[in-house]
C-alpha cells in the first residue's frame, strides 16, 4: 500500500482511502489520526491526555501505545513518529486543508454549487469529543469568514447575485449573524431589491427579538432607514 495515496476526509464524516480504496480503521485509531490532521504534530503525552482525558496518566498512554502500534501494523506509512513525536506522514492528503482554498468555476452553477457546499459542510458530524466540538466551532467560524470575504469582494464587483447567494449561505451556517445580515441587506440595495431588504429587516428584527429579547444593531438598521422613512 503506498504511502502517498493517503486521501483522509473529516468533512461530513470519517473516511479514509488508499489507491481509490476504502480502508476500515478502528474507532480508536481514527481519534487519533484525526486529531493529527487537525492539529499537526503533537507530543504523546498531549495526544494521550487529549484522548483519553479521562484515564489515569499509565492508561492513556498504554491506549495511545496500541493505537500507534495498530496503526503502524494496519496503515504502514501514515504516521511518523520523532522525538517522542506524532504526525501525520506529509504525503496524507487532508479534506480540510484545501476546503477554503478551492474556488468555483466561472459559472453561475459552479458557484452556486460551492457556495452550498461551504453552508452544508460539518466537521466529523456525530463526534462530540470536548476538543473536537472545539474544532468544529473553529471550521464553522472559518466557513464565516470565508463566505462573508466572497460577499465583500463581489459587492466590491458589482456582483450583486453573487453576493447574495454567499450572504445566504452564511446565514444558513448562522441565521443572526450580524456581519452575513449587513452583507444580504446590502446586496440586496445593491440589486435594487427594495421589497427584499424591508422583508430581511423586518424578519431579523423579529427574530432577534423572539430569540434574545434584543433590537437589532443600530447599524443595521442605520442600512435600511431610508427605506423605513420612505415606507411610513
Known amino acids: ?48 491526555g487529549l484522548l483519553w482525558p479521562e484515564s489515569t496518566e499509565k492508561q492513556a498512554s498504554g491506549s495511545l501505545r496500541a493505537a500507534v502500534w495498530t496503526i503502524s501494523q494496519q496503515l504502514p ?15 496524507v492528503q487532508v479534506d480540510v486543508s484545501g476546503f477554503l482554498r478551492e474556488t468555483p468555476g466561472p459559472t453561475a452553477r459552479a458557484l452556486g454549487t460551492r457556495l452550498d457546499a461551504l453552508a452544508r459542510a460539518e466537521l ?8 473536537v466540538l472545539e474544532e468544529q466551532e473553529q471550521f464553522q ?30 446565514l444558513r451556517i448562522d441565521p443572526l449573524h450580524g456581519t452575513a445580515m449587513r452583507l444580504l441587506l446590502r446586496a440586496q440595495l445593491q440589486e435594487g ?16 427579538r423572539t430569540e434574545f429579547g434584543a433590537r437589532l444593531p443600530a447599524d443595521i438598521t442605520a442600512i435600511v432607514s431610508p427605506l423605513l422613512t420612505g415606507a411610513v
Open 141 to 170: 467560524r472559518r466557513r464565516l469568514a470565508f463566505l462573508e470575504t466572497t460577499a465583500e469582494n463581489m459587492l466590491a464587483l458589482g456582483e450583486s447575485a453573487g453576493a447574495l447567494e454567499a450572504a445566504w449561505a452564511a
Open 77 to 91: 506509512g501514515l504516521l511518523v513518529t520523532d522525538n517522542n513525536r506524532l504526525e501525520l506522514a506529509e504525503s
Open 193 to 208: 431589491n427594495h421589497a427584499g431588504v424591508l422583508s430581511a429587516y423586518r424578519d431579523f428584527s423579529s427574530r432577534m
Open 1 to 48: 500500500m503506498a504511502a502517498n495515496t493517503w486521501q483522509l476526509q473529516l468533512i461530513d464524516g470519517w473516511r479514509l482511502r488508499s489507491g481509490g480504496r476504502d480502508v476500515k480503521v478502528g474507532l480508536r485509531q481514527q481519534r487519533l489520526i484525526a486529531a493529527l490532521a487537525l492539529l499537526g504534530s503533537q507530543p504523546r503525552s498531549f495526544l494521550s
Open 124 to 131: 466529523l458530524p456525530g463526534w462530540y469529543d470536548d476538543w
